[in-house]
């Protein structure tokens, strides 16, 4: 149940990171200080789409929903 429950988490954390790299600019109109994490945010983000790298949540919320009972994302 535990492993679970951290697994949504996560998986709600990677959700929040994605929409943050593609939403975060506009932080920036309002609070233009974002920007010293949404330039490394947008550059990690980038390099996970475009060069094919897996990010490290999602192994970790696959493992996690396996301890859980559930099944993990395939390899």
Known sequence: ???????D??????????LF????SLFLIRWPRMVWV???????GLFVEFAGAICPLTPLESRLRVLGGESGYPK
Do not use: D, K
């Open 38 to 44: 949404h330039v490394p945010a947008l550059i990690w």
């Open 21 to 24: 790299v593609i939403f975060g």
């Open 1 to 7: 149940m535990w492993y679970v429950l951290l697994a």
């Open 9 to 18: 988490v996560v998986a709600v954390v990677h959700l929040l990171f994605v």
